[in-house]
């Protein structure tokens, strides 16, 4: 490419600065060149993934993927995410629609570069289409639907359906909520929750539902008067599945008033998640909350064109969909939708469907307003401010400033409803019982400044003790988070680096608990024995030479096992434990969170047998599939020879001789720990890593200027650049890059510089 380019839509020059890392250093002197030079190495980078996203948030993967996608576009084109993405661009404020439009024009820019293509496009002879605003919105909310409790509501459904309301009051895997269950009454309602739960399952890999199942995080901040510096330091650990490309993208941008560093979605502009500008740093990770219900509707009509409410029928707002087919006929999709949302699972024809209600979904909503004040907020409290109109994700945003304050915010729209019931199942939505009455107040959001305690942890852990304002039903095991505490909670004087170190730790606390609690039962014989010995001694840090790893990780698949299915039977087990919905996992890890937050506490198998009967059976199990598959001496057992990344690119199931995936690497932890390293339950593809961080960030405000990141690969997508994979060994190490923000620091590291002239 030349070393300069001209282009009538920049207001002056406009300088991309690329580092050995490849990372896009952006200097523009207006606001306008800054957004579209972000969109212009946006598309440099990731155009493929952008192609991608914008494809699967409307209904058209189908085009490059094949048939295979066709699950996944069908329930996309329901959801109707491209009519609400052109209805908050309309919603905009005039500046913040600014930063869109100019970033379209920049992604525009390239394409009109004639640049060579990533190999994606030959591949499925897709030919990249002009970018418009409402792209970049679209593809930030495929991005975020997928990780409210829908699928995890549907799954309750489901495995309520199969074991009984008897069973499921048994069933301890999320915190207790104030009300029963409500379950319309018949069998047509649990056919419906197959149906949903099949429609999930089918459209997982290609419409990105394991893309961002669990979607965790953690994110640390210590206050000055906690470190040896006297200044704050701020990190985060964001996990996500292992997308390829990774799912965050590096990129500076240096505007005429605002300097930041960080980390988005390629295709979007400004940093909503992550980011540095000087003053003030903030991440954010998952709050778990609730902003989404599912109402079963009653349909009428031969078409299903008419819905029940509590005042009669209304008529359903149906459309038809065309959905064109790579090598295959074009399919014809109708969609329909209630006053509670468009209607996900089910057809309405047959009388009775699923409809969604959404925060980001409803009109009249303004979610990014507050991006470009988010970019020059001076201090914590700035920041919190530009958050007031934030609607999804809710996240936990956690901060600090150079005046050596801490901060720690829910934001987001949390809904307020007229009853309990759909906290955990779908609700009817003919009697008008269970509505949303409207919203939480900003104000009423829980937030706090310079705690006491010094510090902030957050690892979508339950937020607040009371009961309002409510937040969710469901929230992650609380390993991560106790283990935060546990380290940082000790009341002793931190480095900077031993608060950044923390990020490498593979100290697993359930871990622990069994460790300790193997320790006061038994002696068993022969397998079990030498499982029970083996782990007993044990201090739970999931390191990767280490042998203890692998066999605690049958261990653990197998006292799940011999747990619950006394209770819930083979058929609902397996259905709870498929890799397919991730709502399942949620579930499944939740009954033996409980269990083992309870083991100190004298907790006791759920179907009343002894200890002895359920550890004994798990210890052989454990013990056996270890040395069937690492050989009969635990002396050669190795964690990392059996937990390794396993990162693949969408259409690598489609065109497997491709070369599109990055290479394997080895990392040690698992889900529990804070050097997050999640596997599947099923035990499908044993412990490839599914699940781990997806971008660190540090910031020490003793030394500002140092700030660094790192991702699980790299800033391009394309598999034959050398910035495809390189940070990838740096991220296994937990090691980080500068993020080189101040002017002469992005100069000083340029390898290479282009400029886009008027």
Same mark, same amino acid.
């Given at each position: 490419?030349?070393?300069?380019?001209?282009?009538?839509?920049?207001?002056?020059?406009?300088?991309?600065?690329?580092?050995?890392?490849?990372?896009?250093?952006?200097?523009? @002197?207006?606001?306008?060149?800054?957004?579209?030079?972000?969109?212009?190495?946006?598309?440099?980078?990731?155009?493929?993934?952008?192609?991608?996203?914008?494809?699967?948030?409307?209904?058209?993967?189908?085009? @490059?993927?094949?048939?295979?996608?066709?699950?996944?576009?069908?329930?996309?084109?329901?959801?109707?995410?491209?009519?609400?993405?052109?209805?908050?661009?309309?919603?905009?404020?005039?500046?913040?629609?600014?930063?869109?439009?100019?970033?379209?024009?920049?992604?525009?820019?390239?394409? @009109?570069?004639?640049?060579?293509?990533?190999?994606?496009?030959?591949?499925?002879? &897709?030919?990249?289409?002009?970018?418009? !605003?409402?792209?970049? &919105?679209?593809?930030?909310?495929?991005?975020?639907?997928?990780?409210?409790?829908?699928?995890?509501?549907?799954?309750?459904?489901?495995?309520?359906?199969?074991?009984?309301?008897?069973?499921?009051?048994?069933?301890? %895997?999320?915190?207790?909520?104030?009300?029963?269950?409500?379950?319309?009454?018949?069998?047509?309602?649990?056919?419906?929750?197959?149906?949903?739960?099949?429609?999930?399952? /089918?459209?997982?890999?290609?419409?990105?539902?394991?893309?961002?199942?669990?979607?965790?995080?953690?994110?640390?901040?210590?206050?000055?008067?906690?470190?040896?510096?006297?200044?704050?330091?701020?990190?985060?650990?964001?996990?996500?599945?292992?997308?390829? !490309?990774?799912?965050?993208?590096?990129?500076?941008?240096?505007?005429?008033?605002?300097?930041?560093?960080?980390?988005?979605?390629?295709? #979007?502009?400004?940093?909503?998640? %992550?980011? %540095?500008?000087?003053?003030?740093?903030?991440?954010?990770?998952?709050?778990?909350?609730?902003?989404?219900?599912?109402? *079963?509707?009653?349909?009428?009509?031969?078409?299903?064109?008419?819905?029940?409410?509590?005042?009669?029928?209304?008529?359903?707002?149906?459309?038809?969909?065309?959905?064109?087919?790579?090598?295959?006929?074009?399919?014809?999709? $109708?969609?329909?939708?209630?006053?509670?949302?468009?209607?996900?699972?089910?057809?309405?024809?047959?009388?009775? @469907?699923?409809?969604?209600?959404?925060? /980001?979904?409803?009109?009249?909503?303004?979610? #990014?307003?507050?991006?470009?004040?988010?970019?020059?907020?001076?201090?914590?409290?700035?920041? #919190?401010?530009?958050?007031?109109?934030?609607?999804?994700?809710?996240?936990?945003?956690?901060?600090?400033?150079?005046?050596?304050?801490?901060?720690?915010?829910?934001?987001? $729209?949390?809904?307020?409803?007229?009853?309990?019931?759909?906290?955990?199942?779908?609700?009817?939505?003919?009697?008008?019982?269970?509505?949303?009455?409207?919203?939480?107040?900003?104000?009423?959001?829980?937030?706090?400044?310079?705690?006491? $305690?010094?510090?902030?942890?957050?690892?979508?852990?339950?937020?607040?003790?009371?009961?309002?304002?409510?937040?969710?039903?469901? %929230?992650?095991?609380?390993?991560?988070?106790?283990?935060?505490?546990?380290?940082?909670?000790?009341?002793?004087?931190?480095?900077?680096?031993? *608060?950044?170190?923390?990020?490498?730790?593979?100290?697993?606390?359930?871990?622990?608990?069994?460790?300790?609690?193997?320790?006061?039962?038994?002696?068993?014989?022969?397998?079990?024995?030498?499982?029970?010995?083996?782990?007993?001694?044990?201090?739970?840090?999931?390191?990767?030479?280490?042998?203890?790893?692998?066999?605690?990780?049958?261990?653990?698949?197998?006292?799940?096992?011999?747990?619950?299915?006394?209770?819930?039977?083979?058929?609902?087990?397996?259905?709870?434990?498929?890799?397919?919905?991730?709502?399942?996992?949620?579930?499944?890890?939740?009954?033996?969170?409980?269990?083992?937050?309870?083991?100190?506490?004298?907790?006791?198998?759920?179907?009343?047998?002894?200890?002895?009967?359920?550890?004994?059976?798990?210890?052989?199990?454990?013990?056996?599939?270890?040395?069937?598959?690492?050989?009969?001496?635990?002396?050669?057992?190795?964690?990392?020879?059996?937990?390794?990344?396993?990162?693949?690119? !969408?259409?690598?199931?489609? #065109?497997?001789?491709?070369?599109?995936?990055?290479?394997?690497?080895?990392?040690?932890?698992?889900?529990?720990?804070?050097?997050?390293?999640?596997?599947? *339950?099923?035990?499908?593809?044993?412990?490839?890593?599914?699940?781990?961080?997806?971008?660190?960030?540090?910031?020490?405000?003793?030394?500002?200027?140092?700030?660094?990141?790192? &991702?699980?690969?790299?800033?391009?997508?394309?598999?034959?650049?050398?910035?495809?994979?390189?940070?990838?060994?740096?991220?296994?190490?937990?090691?980080?890059?500068?993020?080189?923000?101040?002017?002469?620091?992005?100069?000083?590291?340029?390898?290479?510089?282009?400029?886009?002239?008027?």
């Amino acid at each position: 490419m030349p070393s300069a380019l001209h282009y009538p839509d920049l207001d002056a020059a406009l300088t991309i600065r690329r580092d050995a890392y490849g990372v896009a250093h952006i200097e523009a @002197a207006t606001d306008h060149d800054a957004w579209f030079g972000q969109g212009f190495a946006a598309a440099q980078d990731r155009l493929w993934q952008m192609e991608y996203d914008r494809r699967r948030a409307v209904g058209r993967w189908s085009e @490059a993927a094949g048939p295979g996608g066709l699950p996944a576009d069908r329930l996309a084109v329901r959801l109707g995410l491209e009519s609400a993405a052109r209805a908050d661009l309309d919603a905009m404020a005039p500046d913040v629609r600014a930063m869109f439009e100019a970033y379209a024009k920049g992604v525009n820019a390239f394409l @009109a570069t004639n640049p060579v293509l990533p190999p994606e496009f030959a591949l499925t002879g &897709i030919t990249p289409e002009p970018w418009e !605003p409402w792209h970049s &919105i679209a593809l930030f909310k495929i991005r975020h639907i997928l990780m409210g409790l829908w699928q995890w509501k549907v799954a309750c459904a489901g495995l309520l359906g199969r074991v009984g309301p008897e069973t499921w009051e048994k069933l301890r %895997f999320l915190p207790a909520v104030g009300t029963a269950v409500v379950l319309p009454p018949g069998t047509k309602v649990m056919e419906l929750y197959l149906h949903a739960s099949e429609e999930i399952a /089918a459209a997982a890999e290609h419409l990105g539902f394991l893309s961002e199942i669990e979607a965790g995080s953690n994110s640390w901040v210590v206050s000055g008067d906690r470190t040896a510096t006297g200044r704050p330091v701020l990190c985060n650990d964001s996990h996500r599945a292992l997308d390829v !490309p990774n799912a965050y993208w590096q990129v500076h941008v240096a505007g005429p008033d605002f300097n930041v560093s960080g980390a988005t979605f390629a295709g #979007f502009p400004g940093f909503p998640h %992550f980011g %540095f500008n000087g003053s003030t740093g903030w991440n954010i990770t998952h709050t778990q909350a609730d902003y989404q219900d599912l109402f *079963i509707e009653k349909f009428e009509g031969p078409d299903g064109d008419r819905y029940l409410t509590e005042s009669g029928s209304r008529p359903a707002e149906r459309s038809k969909h065309t959905i064109r087919v790579r090598g295959a006929d074009a399919e014809s999709v $109708e969609t329909w939708k209630t006053r509670h949302g468009p209607v996900v699972h089910g057809d309405p024809r047959s009388g009775m @469907a699923i409809a969604l209600s959404y925060t /980001a979904l409803q009109p009249g909503r303004r979610p #990014f307003d507050g991006l470009r004040a988010t970019l020059v907020a001076k201090d914590v409290h700035q920041l #919190f401010e530009a958050q007031r109109t934030w609607v999804d994700p809710v996240n936990n945003l956690v901060a600090a400033d150079t005046s050596g304050n801490i901060g720690y915010m829910v934001r987001g $729209e949390l809904p307020v409803r007229a009853s309990r019931a759909g906290r955990r199942l779908p609700v009817p939505g003919w009697t008008g019982e269970h509505e949303w009455l409207g919203s939480v107040p900003f104000e009423e959001l829980p937030r706090s400044v310079n705690p006491a $305690e010094g510090f902030f942890a957050t690892a979508n852990q339950r937020v607040i003790a009371a009961d309002e304002p409510y937040i969710s039903a469901y %929230f992650a095991s609380p390993s991560r988070a106790d283990r935060l505490v546990e380290l940082l909670g000790t009341g002793a004087t931190l480095t900077p680096q031993a *608060i950044a170190g923390f990020q490498d730790d593979t100290t697993s606390k359930p871990a622990r608990t069994w460790a300790r609690f193997l320790e006061g039962h038994g002696p068993f014989a022969g397998d079990a024995e030498r499982a029970r010995a083996l782990l007993s001694n044990w201090d739970g840090n999931l390191l990767p030479e280490r042998a203890e790893p692998l066999l605690y990780a049958y261990f653990r698949r197998a006292v799940m096992h011999e747990l619950f299915v006394p209770l819930i039977g083979e058929d609902a087990w397996g259905f709870l434990t498929t890799d397919l919905n991730p709502g399942l996992g949620r579930i499944a890890a939740g009954l033996v969170a409980e269990i083992v937050a309870h083991l100190p506490d004298g907790a006791q198998p759920p179907d009343g047998r002894s200890w002895a009967a359920v550890l004994r059976p798990a210890l052989e199990t454990a013990w056996r599939r270890a040395s069937a598959l690492a050989g009969p001496d635990p002396a050669s057992w190795r964690w990392a020879d059996h937990h390794q990344t396993g990162s693949r690119n !969408p259409l690598s199931a489609v #065109f497997p001789d491709a070369g599109l995936d990055p290479p394997r690497i080895v990392i040690g932890g698992d889900a529990d720990t804070i050097k997050n390293a999640g596997y599947g *339950i099923s035990g499908k593809r044993d412990f490839v890593i599914s699940q781990t961080s997806v971008y660190r960030q540090v910031v020490d405000f003793a030394a500002p200027d140092e700030a660094s990141y790192v &991702i699980p690969g790299g800033v391009s997508g394309d598999s034959r650049s050398p910035h495809f994979a390189d940070q990838l060994p740096l991220w296994a190490a937990c090691e980080r890059i500068p993020m080189h923000r101040l002017a002469g620091q992005a100069a000083a590291a340029a390898v290479s510089e282009i400029r886009l002239r008027p």
